[in-house]
T-cell receptor, first 115, second 118 residues
Framework: DSGVTQTPKHLITATGQRVTLRCSPR?????VYWYQQSLDQGLQFLIQ???????AKGNILERFSAQQFPDLHSELNLSSLELGDSALYFC??????????????FGPGTRLTVL | AQKVTQAQTEISVVEKEDVTLDCVYE???????LFWYKQPPSGELVFLIR??????QNEISGRYSWNFQKSTSSFNFTITASQVVDSAVYFC???????????????FGKGTKLSVKP
């Protein structure tokens, strides 16, 4: 158990809908990352938050957005869902040490199925 | 640009065989970090090891060992005396050093699916 929690574990929805994925980082970790794992694209970085602020963006679609709240949990919002958005969405967290890259610990993931 | 290549898509071995998973990376940065993660059939991503670019010492942890060679930009992972429980997809990942409170995101390879048969 990495200490990172994600809810829900599974989500089935229809095209055009909007969903919210939730992540709670490990105790003491200030940074949260979101990744998407799909069969064709593999594991791809979406976005990073650090202590409530957006720090880096990857291949995140404009239909997707995220935020990190004062209690450090994060939510990933996916809207106008398409069939191709079906994937496993991971959240990871890390501490932030000055001048180095810390290990990211991953949650169990949320499997999104868009029908 | 950063890139991680895991040329072996799938490997199948019989229990107790040794197996090496290859990882080749590309980066222009002089300081970077390499990782291996394991994804068992249950789906979670489990951290295995983190290596800094300035530390080329090989590492051994039980049946697992890692060989980091900057000269060939490789970070290979060997499982000695494989077991059925080692069956999983293994990912190699790269992160460049960043500063000012930001942390490098991970660039993953496509993964190698290891099947260990009894």
């Amino acid at each position: 158990d990495s200490g990172v929690t994600q809810t829900p574990k599974h989500l089935i929805t229809a095209t055009g809908q909007r969903v919210t994925l939730r992540c709670s980082p490990r105790s003491g970790d200030l940074s949260v990352y979101w990744y998407q794992q799909s069969l064709d694209q593999g594991l791809q970085f979406l976005i990073q938050y650090y202590n409530g602020e957006e720090r880096a963006k990857g291949n995140i679609l404009e239909r997707f957005s995220a935020q990190q709240f004062p209690d450090l949990h994060s939510e990933l919002n996916l809207s106008s869902l398409e069939l191709g958005d079906s994937a496993l969405y991971f959240c990871a967290s890390s501490v932030v040490s000055s001048g180095t890259t810390d290990t990211q610990y991953f949650g169990p993931g949320t499997r999104l199925t868009v029908l | 640009a950063q890139k991680v290549t895991q040329a072996q898509t799938e490997i199948s071995v019989v229990e107790k065989e040794d197996v090496t998973l290859d990882c080749v990376y590309e980066t222009r940065d002089t300081t970077y970090y390499l990782f291996w993660y394991k994804q068992p059939p249950s789906g979670e991503l489990v951290f295995l090891i983190r290596r800094n670019s300035f530390d080329e010492q090989n590492e051994i942890s039980g049946r697992y060992s890692w060989n980091f060679q900057k000269s060939t930009s490789s970070f290979n992972f060997t499982i000695t005396a494989s077991q059925v429980v080692d069956s999983a997809v293994y990912f190699c990942a790269l992160s460049e050093a960043v500063y000012g409170g930001s942390q490098g995101n991970l660039i993953f390879g496509k993964g190698t699916k290891l099947s260990v048969k009894p």
